[in-house]
């Protein structure tokens, strides 16, 4: 069975930085496009950023500049580096992934932006 976990959020003062992991595991033959994505509590869930197997990323509007994803396949491993966080980075941050030709999400972690 294949997971993902997400890793490394927390509490983080504005203007500050964070990096987010995601790690597969499990029976993986093929990773295709990876993504993140957050939902803050009475929002949608939005996508943050996403990057496909050969290395073309995309970001939102609100988080270019300041966050970078990358993945290492080796590792089978998402991350998101966060840069220069406000308050309105203030979700759950989830990760999203083609395995195996198969959908799947991770159990999310909380990031916190605040004073």
């Known amino acids: 069975q294949v997971q993902l976990v997400e890793s490394g959020g927390g509490l983080v003062q504005p203007g500050g930085s964070l990096r987010l992991s995601c790690a597969a595991s499990?029976?993986?033959?093929?990773?295709?496009?990876m993504a993140w994505y957050r939902q803050a509590p009475g929002k949608q869930r939005e996508l943050v950023a996403a990057i496909s197997r050969s290395g073309i990323t995309n970001y939102a509007d609100s988080v270019e500049g300041r966050f970078n994803i990358s993945r290492d396949d080796a590792k089978k491993t998402l991350y998101l580096q966060m840069n220069s966080v406000k308050p309105g980075d203030t979700a759950h941050y989830y990760c999203e992934a083609a395995i195996n030709w198969r959908d799947y999400w991770g159990q999310g972690t909380q990031v916190t932006v605040s004073s």
């Open positions: 499990g029976s993986i033959f093929s990773i295709d496009a």
